[in-house]
């Protein structure tokens, strides 16, 4: 009888919890969730703003299903606030922010071969997006 009552009483438990994780979504889990993510081709200048020190450059979208997502310092990449960068993509999950593929904007130049370009995604807040942009 008490092995039945303990079988029970785990099952309820399991079952309370389960219904509990199920039941209460929050915004840290969707903001976690992996192949949600939508991405979009656009091209447009931008800076880096003011704030951008608070916010990690990667080489792929940190939500996404890349297994090595690497950071890089700002330092390292020569970009800072003002820095002109050019936006060739962004990434949305849901209601979630943005984040912005970025590379060094250069003026363009007559050149037979183009120089490798370094790329990276960032959160939305560490840029400073012209006023026209829309999604």
Same mark, same amino acid.
């Given at each position: 009888?008490?092995?039945? %009552?303990?079988?029970?009483?785990?099952?309820?438990?399991?079952?309370?919890? /389960?219904?509990?994780?199920?039941?209460?979504?929050?915004?840290?889990?969707?903001?976690?969730?992996?192949?949600?993510?939508?991405?979009? $081709?656009? $091209?447009?200048?931008?800076?880096?703003?003011?704030?951008?020190?608070?916010?990690?450059?990667? %080489?792929?979208? =940190?939500?996404?299903?890349?297994?090595?997502?690497?950071?890089?310092?700002?330092?390292?990449?020569?970009?800072?606030? /003002?820095? $002109?960068? =050019?936006?060739?993509?962004?990434?949305?999950? /849901?209601?979630?922010?943005?984040?912005?593929?970025?590379?060094?904007?250069?003026?363009?130049?007559?050149?037979?071969?183009?120089?490798? =370009?370094?790329?990276?995604?960032?959160?939305?807040?560490?840029?400073?997006?012209?006023?026209?942009?829309?999604?």
């Amino acid at each position: 009888m008490q092995n039945r %009552n303990l079988l029970l009483l785990a099952t309820a438990a399991i079952t309370l919890a /389960g219904f509990t994780t199920i039941s209460t979504p929050t915004t840290a889990n969707a903001a976690t969730m992996t192949g949600t993510l939508t991405y979009h $081709k656009v $091209k447009l200048i931008a800076k880096i703003g003011s704030h951008y020190q608070q916010f990690k450059l990667t %080489n792929h979208v =940190v939500n996404s299903n890349y297994q090595h997502i690497q950071t890089t310092s700002w330092k390292k990449s020569g970009l800072k606030k /003002g820095t $002109k960068v =050019v936006v060739d993509m962004y990434a949305n999950q /849901g209601l979630q922010s943005n984040w912005y593929r970025i590379s060094k904007y250069a003026a363009k130049k007559k050149s037979q071969t183009k120089p490798k =370009v370094q790329k990276y995604w960032v959160y939305g807040q560490a840029l400073v997006l012209p006023k026209s942009f829309t999604f």
